[in-house]
C-alpha cells in the first residue's frame, strides 16, 4: 500500500470510529434522559442538565438532537421498551406483583415511563404521545396471553383484559405515588388494586398480601 493510500486507510479507520462513538454518545444521552426525566419530568429539567447529567456540554445537544421534544421521543420508547424487555415471558400475575410493589412505586427513575410520565405525555407534542401509543402497543404484545382459551380463543377479549390490566395497574402507580411516601394511603392503593386485578386474572390473593 503507498504512503498515500495508507493514509486514506487510516482517516477512513478514524472516521468509522468516530461515527461509531458518536452513535453511543447519543444513545448514552438518550438512556441517562429516559432516567432523569422519570425521576424529575419532562418540564422539571432543561437540556443543559440533561447533557450535564450524561457528562457532555450543553452546546453538544443540538449536533444529536433537533430538540428537546425529539428527545423526549426518543427517551419515551427507550424507557417503554425496558418495560416491554423486562414483560416478555412473563405472564400477568407475575407482572402485576412485581408492578404494583413499593419497590417498583420508589424507583421512579427505573421504573415504568407509562406510570411516571403519562400525565407530562398528555400535554406534549405529538411525536412524544405517539412514543407513548407504540410504546402501550409493545407492552400490550408482551403481556397477550399466548394461550386464550380463558377468553373464549377470542383474542379480542385477550387483548381488552391485557389492556383494563395495565390501565388499572398504571392508575394505581400514579395515584400511590401522589400520596406521601410513608402514608397508610399509599399502601391500601397498591394493595387494593393489586388483589382487585388478580381477582379479575382468577389469581388466588391469600398469600400476597404482604408483598406491598
Known sequence: MKPSQSRTHHRGQQMKITKAQAQANREHV??????????RGYDGVGV???MA????????FYRQFNSKADLMAESAACGI??????SEGVNAPEFVQYYLSREHR??????CTMAALGGDAARQPEAVRAAFAA?????????????TDSDGGDPGRARARSLDTLAHAVGAIVMSRACPDDSPLAD???AVCRDAILASLDVSTTANTSST
Open 81 to 86: 421498551a425496558q418495560t416491554v424487555a423486562l
Open 53 to 60: 447529567a450524561a457528562g457532555f456540554t450543553h452546546g453538544g
Open 106 to 111: 420508589d424507583t421512579r427513575a427505573t421504573g
Open 188 to 190: 391500601e392503593i397498591l
Open 48 to 50: 443543559a442538565d440533561l
Open 135 to 147: 410504546g402501550i402497543e409493545s407492552l400490550l404484545g408482551a403481556l397477550m396471553p399466548t394461550d
Open 30 to 39: 438518550v438512556a441517562t434522559a429516559s432516567k432523569v426525566f422519570r425521576e
